[in-house]
């Protein structure tokens, strides 16, 4: 079953809310980016590699069994080691976006350099048939130069800020912004500092209390619900459960829209207009 670009519009009169699903598939890669050394750790890489081994056939059953669309968000690298993975995401008819050609934050870049995974991460994309539109930083911020190269590179959208909970047009550069927030990102939540052993894995139930809380927030106030996962974190079987569980219910609120984040900046775009 290939997931929907969009459910159907919101029954009149009740308060809405736009859904948008996105996954940061980063596999090996969120930790190389960490720590070069992490390269030559297999046991450290093994946390990723369960994203891509596991975690992302059980996010895209799960999908298809809800009929739900969704963006990815991928590493170039990623996409070379992981090809087949990315085959099945675009196959399944979700959203490829641009994530880094490597998981390096973009302010540890020159600007040449900064330019130079940009434009290499859009080659591997490109080669998967993908039509790529926006970008996610690895590391949710900005260089001084990272608007100007996305828009010279065709880019619509960005999805980085935590400034608002509506999507707006940044001044001075023709780019919407979908705003995140630490509150909907799983790996806050679930990642687990083994350096320090200092902090504590939450439960499923909690992190859904905490999603559901703000999904009825957001339907009160207004603005794009950004869910922010990593098959990494989001795919452990118990967690599986709880988001099949916590997107039915949200599911079959009246007024729920799920939509890809390609298809939310160009709402916003028609609406700022």
């Known amino acids: 079953m290939t997931a929907r670009p969009a459910q159907e519009a919101p029954v009149p009169g009740t308060e809405t809310l736009d859904v948008v699903l996105s996954f940061d598939f980063d596999a090996e890669e969120v930790w190389i980016g960490s720590d070069p050394a992490n390269a030559d750790r297999p046991g450290t890489l093994s946390q990723g590699t369960y994203g891509a081994k596991v975690a992302v056939p059980a996010v895209l059953a799960l999908l298809d069994r809800l009929g739900l669309p969704a963006t990815f968000f991928v590493p170039g690298r990623v996409a070379e080691r992981h090809p087949q ?25 020159t600007p040449e350099q900064e330019e130079a995974e940009l434009v ?11 039509e790529v539109s926006g970008y996610r930083s690895p590391a949710w911020s900005f260089s001084p130069v990272t608007l100007d190269l996305l828009v010279r590179h065709g880019f619509t959208y960005s999805s980085n800020l935590m400034d608002d909970v509506r999507p707006y047009l940044h001044p001075g550069h023709d780019l919407v912004e979908l705003p995140v927030h630490w509150t909907l990102d799983d790996a806050p939540h679930f990642w687990f500092d083994n350096s320090t052993w200092s902090k504590t894995i939450r439960s499923a139930a909690e992190v859904r209390a905490i999603w559901a809380e703000e999904a009825a927030g957001y339907r009160a106030l207004g603005g794009l619900y950004m869910l922010t996962m990593h098959p990494q974190v989001i795919g452990r079987p118990g967690r599986l459960l709880m988001l099949e569980a916590f997107l039915t219910d949200l599911r079959e609120q009246p007024g729920t829209r799920f939509l890809q984040a390609g298809q939310a900046a160009a709402n916003a775009r028609a609406s700022l207009a």
């Open 120 to 130: 290499r991460g859009l080659e591997v994309l490109h080669g998967f048939g993908a």
């Open 85 to 109: 993975r990315v085959d099945a995401i675009v196959a399944a008819g979700h959203e490829i976006g641009h994530h880094g050609y490597t998981h390096t934050h973009p302010a540890r870049l």
